[in-house]
Nanobody, 134 residues
């Protein structure tokens, strides 16, 4: 059985940082690309970052423009973990953040450039809430 379990969410002031983690079990991380999505209140879920099974060796990771330069996705296959380092957080970053896995990087990459999800990834986590507020 596949499980993706996010952690690390919480309340942070504007300009602050948080590091989200996703613990993965039930699949071989070497066969999957991973992404982070988020869903703000009253809005569609959107992809914000993705990384291939090869990590940085294919030219990635890749980011939605709104988080480029502030967020960093990384993976630790040995520990079965995916991370999202979020710096310079803004109130508009407030959302539930989800970890996702898919065998095809292209599917996750496409979601970085759409207003709504075209095709859901193979696996989702349950999400962790990030609130950016003073």
């Amino acid at each position: 059985q596949v499980h993706l379990v996010e952690s690390g969410g919480g309340l942070v002031q504007p300009g602050g940082s948080l590091r989200l983690s996703c613990a993965v079990s039930g699949i071989d991380l070497n066969e999957y690309s991973f992404g982070w999505f988020r869903q703000a209140p009253g809005k569609e879920r959107e992809g914000i970052a993705c990384i291939s099974s090869k990590g940085e060796r294919d030219g990635g990771p890749f980011y939605r423009e709104s988080v480029e330069g502030r967020f960093t996705i990384s993976r630790d296959n040995a520990k079965n973990m995916i991370h999202l380092q979020m710096n310079n957080l803004k109130p508009e970053d407030t959302a539930v953040y989800y970890c996702a896995a898919d065998k095809l990087l292209a599917r996750l990459f496409r979601e970085l450039h759409t207003d709504r999800i075209i095709r859901e990834p193979e696996y989702w986590g349950q999400g962790t809430l990030v609130t950016v507020s003073s």
